[in-house]
């Protein structure tokens, strides 16, 4: 088993930790499987290590932006990778991503766990009280996946995203802090006991 990396929160299954420079060569391996970029935003192209390195530059230091690395618990393997982006800290919201890039990793439970651990992070660490996502209507891993997590559908965006030979639905889902229960971050953002 690899040694524990830095870790800031700790799951029953997953933990999330900082970007790793370390992990660049990785996180482009993730990033060159087509069959993953069909589920996201990005178009399916080739990922260089430059441009790999370039996002990483960019989301280790972005304000606006936080990301963090997913690790396998039982392993310590780096698994894939989370963010919470536009985070607006005046209306208290940001829009939430993730990604778990080793195939073999998919389908154990990591996802939904990785999401709540976002969801606490947002909501308890950042008091931020609405957290929204876009889904494509094909992928009903993820669906599944928020859903246990705690989002729920808000709203659809008809015939707006093009895969495999026709245009299918993005789906848009939302949580609010008021509708979820920490599962770790409020033991850790708490005031401490008097002696
Ligand atoms: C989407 C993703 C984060 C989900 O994480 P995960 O660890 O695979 O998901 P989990 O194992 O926690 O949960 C998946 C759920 O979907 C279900 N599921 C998986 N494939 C399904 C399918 N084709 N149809 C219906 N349900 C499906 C699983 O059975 C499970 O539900 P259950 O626990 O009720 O049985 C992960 O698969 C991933 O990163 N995929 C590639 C990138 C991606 O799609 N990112 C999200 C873009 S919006």
Redesign the pocket.
């Known amino acids: 088993m690899a040694d524990q990396p830095i870790i800031n929160i700790l799951g029953e299954l997953v933990a999330l930790g900082p970007l790793d420079r370390k992990l660049v060569p990785t996180s482009q391996r993730w990033m060159n499987q087509f069959d993953?970029l069909r589920?996201?935003g990005n178009l399916p192209q080739p990922m260089t290590l430059e441009a790999e390195t370039d996002w990483f530059e960019a989301a280790a230091r972005s304000t606006t932006e936080t990301t963090f690395t997913i690790y396998e618990r039982s392993s310590w393997r780096p698994i894939?990778t989370l963010d919470l982006r536009a985070i607006d800290y005046r209306n208290r919201s940001a829009e939430f991503?993730?990604?778990?890039?080793e195939a073999d990793?998919?389908?154990?439970?990591?996802?939904?766990?990785?999401?709540r651990l976002a969801l606490d992070y947002a909501f308890i660490a950042l008091g931020l009280h609405s957290v929204m996502?876009?889904?494509?209507a094909y992928?009903?891993?993820?669906?599944?996946?928020y859903e246990?997590a705690g989002f729920r559908e808000i709203g659809r965006r008809r015939e707006s995203k093009w895969m495999g030979g026709r245009l299918w639905d993005i789906i848009y889902m939302d949580c609010l802090a008021t509708e979820f229960t920490s599962p770790v971050l409020a033991k850790v953002f708490a005031p401490d006991e008097p002696r």
């Open positions: 993953m589920t996201l894939g991503g993730i990604t778990i890039g990793c998919r389908g154990k439970g990591y996802g939904t766990e990785a999401t996502l876009a889904v494509f992928n009903p891993g993820a669906l599944r996946a246990k």
